[in-house]
């Protein structure tokens, strides 16, 4: 092993990326990315019946859109089994490991014997040191074994756990535990261990669920003569209100949030604030996160998810993105959202040169994409705009400014929003109207809604004609 510093992400493809595989895996990222080190991608693809090819893609493609991209080729666990299993028997042939012939009948009486006992379920290493006589007439006999290691039984097996702290485990209440099953393919625990090995891997970033597997592979690292991986267990995340993470407080696909219209430079932002800190600093760079990021400073407790604070982010996000690139986010995202084929059907340059112009004032009302494109849905409504109920109350009580004002727009040298505000002023002082009654009728007529961005950037955004051909619309009795 090199002193590289090396993390690894390693999601099961039996599902979507959720928001705390996404977190790990941003984690592993940056902790790579601060000590100049690399971040690999491992595919623990060994259920061959929940593992599948649609999930595979998801994960490979909510990593890229929060850009989070790992070094070299991703490895699939599954296509490395003979290695596992040459491990195995390298055990096995070394005395580390042994045959165990335990009928399923034996283990499930060894498991209510402790269930009756009030103990913890474990083997009870009956075929830890038979005889190589008693192992030959088990096999002549047909009958299958799975291969355990043969784990210490007394002392203490010590995790220096980065984030958790120094976690001791009574070896005790470790049992030998399965190395390749009775069909010969290798565990999990197993599979981790030759994989981190043989990747290199110097540290160990996943969530504190795996803090017991930590002390059994650390079991099989010793036994191969092997160097321990440097740990580090994260909590997991839990909602708002201190419970375990469910879909009703965010526990979704990353291709969930992309639909609900966030950026990923704020959903890392945030994500990177689940549990991490670094002071009272809430708003970083890429590069802020990765010069200030490392282990001890994630705390030991559950990071509670908030989607008001993530909304909040987002939209602080958005404001602070230049409009093109807002615009080039929205484009991207439009085949996620919901309603946004309608704005790529009409997404040509007249559009884009609308949307870009009417950017400063839909961002500053939007914390999402999805609000944004909600907003924007005026400049490429078809005449004539369907009105809201509001909308037609104050199109009903002021119809009779968009008669009077339409003259005067059509007088107008130039289409502004300084033209058309200063237009529309001008009527107001003449008339004695105050400036809201007028405005509400334009902004009713030019976005069939009750509120929308500045009216005056609207009917900047629209353009004369569209703008007229509105207004017309709606000031006929």
Known sequence: MSDAVVTRFAPSPTGFLHIGGARTALFNWLYAKRFGGKMLLRIEDTDRERSTEAAIAAIIDGLDWLGLKWDGEAIHQFS?????????????AAGKAYKCFATQQELEEMREKARAEKRPPRYDGRWRERSDADIAAAEASGLKYVVRLKAPQEGETVVDDRVQGRVVFPNKDLDDTVLLRSDGTPTYMLAVVVDDHDM??????????????????????EAMGWRVPVMAHIPLIHGSDGAKLSKRHGALGVDAYRALGYLPAALRNYLVRLGWSAGDKEFFTTQEMIDAFDLPQIGRSPARFDFAKLENMNGHYMRATPDAELLAALEATLPYLDGGDMLARKLDDAMRAKLLGAMPGLKERAKTLVELLDGARFLF????LPLEPKAADIL??????LVALTPRFSALADWTAA??????????EETGAKLGQVAQPLRAALTGRATSPGIFDVLEALGRDESMARIADQAKV
């Open 381 to 384: 409504a078809d005449r004539p």
């Open 80 to 92: 490395r089994a003979a290695r596992h299993a040459e491990v195995a028997h390298e055990m096995l």
């Open 200 to 221: 290199s891997v110097t540290h160990i970033v996943r969530g504190d669920d795996h803090l017991t597997n930590a002390a059994r592979q650390t079991h099989i690292y």
């Open 396 to 401: 009903a009580q002021g119809r009779q400014h």
């Open 419 to 428: 033209s058309t505000e200063a237009a529309v002023r001008a009527y107001s």
